[in-house]
């Protein structure tokens, strides 16, 4: 899990940068949260911090009300049981989108592009670096935070309840998790119920309309400066993976061993990594654009079994995050985007 944790926050970092490179040139309207993603610091901090100590109520009535909860770096922390001014500072906003529940704060640069982007209305930005100030002012009673910062978290800690969330755990383990803190856990279940169902429903109908079993498949995108990378645990690779789907290559299945989220490859060694079926993420700065426009003239590429086949699918990358809502959209999304439907 390090190693996916390590190799996705890279990712986010080219993904940022690559989007300060589109920005650049077409506007400087752009949230700075793209150009900064390794910031840990806030250019302001909130001198004033609201008393989280309950006022004119016995210690039995705040025990009904609040509930131990350690989160995974070991922070035990008092929180609400039923939390009602939550503010979400993570990459996976679309978990809490899956079991009806809104935010009063979010980081909105991260929404830009998501499937989820048109369920923001009403959600307050608190920016990326989040934003101390803004965040005391929505007066939140639970802060879920995806940064690993402690200076973050003990200032946070301050204005409201904070637990430091695992946003790259895997769905199953992700939902169930945040289900409870939420106090959703039924409706997280549900969830993870009804996806299994449509998951296998999928799948069952690939391989009626053409998929064999066996399959192998692999996913590519560039990111800025010419760089190709493979994508093995994480973002779409986690659905094409997924139970009664398309293999991994050797090369992919030795990187999926080794919890690595993706890894950068040369042209050189395309056909290691290559499936019967590719899949390329679209990306965001035209710099990558370019280069993925370069890479599907090449004489290497070509020259793939997949591509002589026919069998090479293109997807916006950023509509293939990990989260429940882009996951859930992507089971009926695969279909037609193999034009298997």
């Known amino acids: 899990m390090n ?4 190799s996705f926050a890279v990712v986010c970092v080219l993904f940022l940068m690559s ?5 650049c040139g077409n506007s400087k309207e752009q949230s700075s949260a793209n150009s900064t993603a390794n910031t840990t610091g806030n250019s302001s901090a909130a001198t004033a911090v609201p008393s989280t100590e309950p006022s004119n109520s016995s210690t039995d009535e705040v025990a009904s009300t609040t509930r131990s909860y350690t989160d995974y ?34 980081p909105l640069s991260m929404g830009e592009g998501q499937v989820f982007e048109d369920k923001l209305q009403g959600v307050e930005d608190v920016g990326f670096p989040i934003n ?3 965040t005391l002012e929505l007066q939140p009673d639970l802060i879920i935070y995806a940064g690993t910062d402690e200076a973050d978290f003990e200032q946070l800690s301050k204005i409201a309840p904070t637990i430091i969330f695992d946003t790259f755990a895997p769905l199953q383990e992700r939902m169930l ?29 690939l391989k009626s309309v053409g998929m064999k079993e066996g399959e192998t498949a692999a996913v590519f995108t560039y990111y800025p400066g010419d ?17 009664n789907g398309f293999k991994a290559t050797p090369a992919i299945q030795k990187l999926l061993d ?27 700065a035209e710099e990558a654009k370019q280069s993925t426009d370069n890479l599907l003239k090449s004489p290497i590429w070509k020259s793939l079994p997949a591509v002589k086949n026919g069998y ?15 996951r859930e959209w992507l089971l009926g999304e695969i279909p037609q985007l193999m034009n298997m439907k």
């Open 3 to 6: 190693k996916v944790r390590q």
């Open 19 to 23: 989007t300060l490179l589109l920005a």
């Open 73 to 106: 770096i070991g922070h035990t922390v008092e929180i609400p049981v039923n939390p009602q001014r939550i503010i979400y500072s993570g990459e996976t906003y679309g978990d809490l989108l899956a079991l009806g529940v809104q935010a009063v704060g979010y």
């Open 132 to 134: 101390l100030e803004k």
């Open 177 to 205: 998790d945040i289900g409870g803190i939420l106090g959703k856990t039924t409706e997280a279940k549900a969830w993870l119920a009804q996806y299994k169902t449509a998951e296998e429903s999928m799948w069952k109908q």
């Open 227 to 243: 760089r190709l990378f493979i994508m093995a645990a994480t973002g779409l690779s986690q659905v094409l993976y997924g139970e």
């Open 258 to 284: 080794e919890g690595t989220g993706f890894q950068e490859v040369s042209m050189e060694v395309l056909k290691e990594y290559a499936g019967d079926r590719i899949f390329v993420l679209t990306p965001v």
């Open 312 to 326: 090479v699918y293109t997807q916006d990358i950023m509509k293939t995050s990990s989260d429940a809502t882009t």
